[in-house]
């Protein structure tokens, strides 16, 4: 990301404008000639000095830091796309909005529900699977469950060698190698908070396997692949795996639809009505 002095001096001349003394808890005075906040009130507010406003309205200034900008936000009200556009015209990465952590809003339930004929999940960006409709229960069931403290799908292919039993031994290094790539995305993305933080050090403590391939420093958000799943009623099913990412941008809606033609179409279709499997087996 760049700095564009230019824009960004647009922006914040005509964000002052826009503000009403009163929307920002001053007075109006009797005597205001020009339109919305004056410099010297933006400079206060923002605590900083009524030359360094000038100077960023005047494209001559340097790069504002993040701690800067988030006072001029609050000093002139931004909403939160427009904070987000501010720091983007300054050459920052937006801050992230709120998270919505673990709580599943009804419509996303709603909308799972509705996707009758596709396996569909919602999990944070952790890997943690919040919510799953019946389709993928019966898909997955046996391997992936909503219930704590097995739901974190990282968590369950480190550690839980039954978890792998539902893919070709083939495909496990790479699956592997998505698993730590996409939880390296996540984790950066949230400045390695304690969530992440306390993920990434059980994982290193329980596998060996996540201990080796973290030190490579892959990174890569899993928004798309193709996944073959050895379900034990129906055979191999083969399906294209399609990630769409919710606003709060920690939870994510994971969609799996077999290839146009193939015969997964059929082992669906069976699936559906087998529904979910019960396996009985002793967690650790």
């Keep these: ?12 001349r005509r964000s002052r404008e826009r503000l009403q003394p009163q929307d920002a808890g001053l007075t109006a005075g009797p005597r205001r000639r020009t339109p919305g906040l004056r410099r ?101 069931g046996c391997v992936c469950t909503i219930e704590e403290p097995d739901r974190n799908i990282v968590w369950r292919w480190f550690t839980d060698p039954f978890v792998r039993e539902a893919y070709p031994v083939e495909e496990h290094d790479r699956l592997s190698r998505l698993h730590v790539a996409d939880l390296r995305a996540a984790a950066t993305r949230r400045g390695y908070d304690h969530s992440s933080s306390t993920l990434i050090a059980r994982l290193e403590t329980a596998s060996e396997e996540f201990a080796a391939l973290w030190p490579r420093h892959e990174v890569a958000v899993r928004r798309e692949s193709r996944l073959r799943v050895m379900h034990p009623s129906v055979g191999p099913i083969e399906f294209d795996f399609e990630m769409l990412q919710t606003q709060a941008a920690d939870q994510r809606l994971r969609l799996f639809t077999p290839p146009p033609g193939s015969k997964s179409i059929e082992a669906l279709e069976l699936l559906r009505v087998v529904g979910p499997e019960t396996v009985h087996r002793s967690h650790r």
Excluded: C, I, W
């Design 40 to 140: 010297e009130e933006v400079a206060q507010l923002a605590g900083v000095s009524a030359d360094y406003v000038m100077r960023l309205e005047q494209a001559r200034s340097s790069q504002p830091s993040v701690q800067l900008l988030t006072a001029l936000a609050r000093a002139l009200r931004l909403t939160e796309d427009e904070t987000a556009h501010l720091y983007l015209l300054a050459g920052h990465r937006p801050p992230e909005g709120a998270r919505a952590g673990n709580h599943v809003r009804p419509g996303l339930l709603y909308l799972l529900d509705r996707l009758g004929d596709t396996p569909a999940q919602l999990l944070t960006d952790l890997g943690d699977l919040l919510a799953q409709n019946p389709l993928a229960e019966a898909l997955f």
């Design 1 to 12: 990301m760049k700095l564009d002095r230019a824009r960004l001096a647009d922006f914040l």
